[in-house]
């Protein structure tokens, strides 16, 4: 039971590249969610979904887009590298009440 | 701004005393409360949770309580241990509005032998 799984764990961009970070769940969980950690500012939510298909705006959406084309997976895109997104990205799942989290992807953006 | 607040971003305590980590919310609509604990380059585990109808939860060493009054938890960690040394995260939800969890800042705990 591999639980929550992102790729990949490192990478790093120039401004203006675009890349994808894929999240994949074993657990059928219906939410998913993309959190960006930074110092001193804790864990933020970026995008979110209840369920196949459908997606939501966290608190810092700006920057990103992602889809929900099936229920295990769940990718957050960025278009347009910036170096205000450096960061260490955070895929969760959960059934209702508590979220589990993958183990991060970190990112650099020169 | 920032819903969920943890004012201390660090905190030692010797080995073998209590651990206490404060965690303090804004939005009444929250109903539930949790705590995570992380370890550098691995992702939050969960430790510990709450319910809005509760205000104590205890489990083995670890402990949250509730002040809905205050609009405050805290977590007790008795006796703490070095492995106990971690980054603790408060978090926040109201479940009847679509599920989404808000995060502190979290507060560093150095356990020192």
């Known amino acids: 039971n591999a639980g929550v799984t992102q790729t990949p764990k490192f990478r790093v961009l120039k401004t203006g590249q675009s890349m994808t970070l894929l999240c994949a769940q074993d657990m059928n969980h219906e939410y998913m969610y993309w959190y960006r950690q930074d110092p001193g500012m804790g864990l933020r939510l970026i995008h979110y979904?209840?369920?196949?298909?459908?997606?939501a705006k966290g608190e810092v959406p700006d920057g990103y887009n992602v889809s929900r084309l099936k229920k295990q997976n769940f990718l957050l895109g960025l278009e347009s590298a910036a170096p205000s997104q450096t960061s260490v990205y955070f895929c969760a799942s959960s059934y209702e009440t508590v979220l589990t989290f993958g183990a991060g992807s970190r990112l650099t953006v020169l | 701004d920032q819903q969920v607040k943890q004012n201390s971003p660090s905190l030692s305590v010797q080995e073998g005393r209590i651990s206490i980590l404060n965690c303090d919310y804004t939005?009444?609509?929250?109903?539930?409360f949790l705590w995570y604990k992380k370890y550098p380059a691995e992702g939050p585990t969960f430790l510990i949770s709450?319910?809005?109808?509760?205000d104590k939860n205890e489990d083995g060493r670890f402990t949250v309580f509730l002040n809905k009054s205050a609009k405050h938890l805290s977590l007790h960690i008795v006796p703490s241990q070095p492995g106990d040394s971690a980054v603790y995260f408060c978090a926040a939800s109201a479940r009847n509005t679509g599920n989404q969890f808000y995060f502190g800042t979290g507060t560093s705990l150095t356990v020192i032998p």
């Open positions: 979904s209840v369920g196949e298909g459908t997606t």
């Open positions: 709450i319910s809005s109808i509760k």
């Open positions: 939005n009444s609509m929250f109903d539930y």
